[in-house]
């Protein structure tokens, strides 16, 4: 018999909603939407039940307060966890979202011990290492997403430099989600062409320097907490990938056992996401500078996870 895979996301605000939102409407699986304030869960769950007949998908969406509910998840999405304000880093987030992610990757492994968690809760990198340290999941069940939303924001921007469809840009981000990020546009591309062909230093650099202030560009906007259309979307692509067994490559905060010269350290690069999670990093030649680069980036997420362990959560 075959059955619908289930989605827990976890944390009912910006974020987890509009992941519940993308996951109900692309009818990935049935939806389980947790959170520990009450009634917030319930009442997005049952609103967005609502939209089906209209929307005409039959993905089941419930909200609850209880983990019991979210049983045998194929995937679970962890948005728990609270945003930034102006001003505000996502570093300093840290103490307070790596005790909640460490609190529900607890209760998540008890009831779903086989499922792929995928992380969306930052300071990302340093979380995901949360994750994974706390379910003791093999590498493979445990990633986060920051790339695809990084690299996203640069092909709206490449597209809209240039005028073109988004639907043929391809750019490019490694490194990890924060001002450390590293752009890399020998490797983006705009109908197969890489953009250093056909843009001049000046506009890449602008493109470079947006993408890398592309959160704190929608916080000071919003003022009163941040991104979400784009971080859920993102989060969804992973996970289609993975229930699909698609096998897209999507840059991802992945556990490294030497890639890239790097270990014991998640950061963005890009995988092989499929029916096994993370399938495979693939590795990409590297200039002086963009190596340079990276390493900046995994010195800033290794402090963060030092700090995390001083704060004895992992
Ligand atoms: N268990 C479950 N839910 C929790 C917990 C917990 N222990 N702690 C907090 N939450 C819930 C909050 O009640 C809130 O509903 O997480 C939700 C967070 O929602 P928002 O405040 O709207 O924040 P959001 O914009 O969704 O961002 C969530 O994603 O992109 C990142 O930096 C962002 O870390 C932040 C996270």
Redesign the pocket.
Known sequence: MFKRDKITV???????ATAAHWLASKELGDVVL????EG?PQGKGLDLAQASPVEGFDSRVIGTNNYEDTRDSDIVII??????KPGMS?DD?LST?AK?VK??TEQIVKYSPNCYIIV???PLDAMVYVAKEISGFPKNRVMGMAGVLDSARMSLFISQALNVSVEDINAFVLGGHGDTMVPLPRYSTVGGIPITEIMDKDSIEKIVERTRNGGAEIVNYLKT??A?FA?SSSAVSMAESILKDKKRILPCAAYLEGEYGFSDCYIGVPAILGGNGVERVVEVKLTEDEKKGLTKSYNSVKELVARVKEMGIV
């Open positions: 976890v944390g009912a605000g910006f974020v987890g947790v959170d520990i304030v917030v948005t728990a966890g609270i945003p930034r996502r987030l979202n909640i609190g529900v969306v809760s930052n907490g941040s979400f971080p």
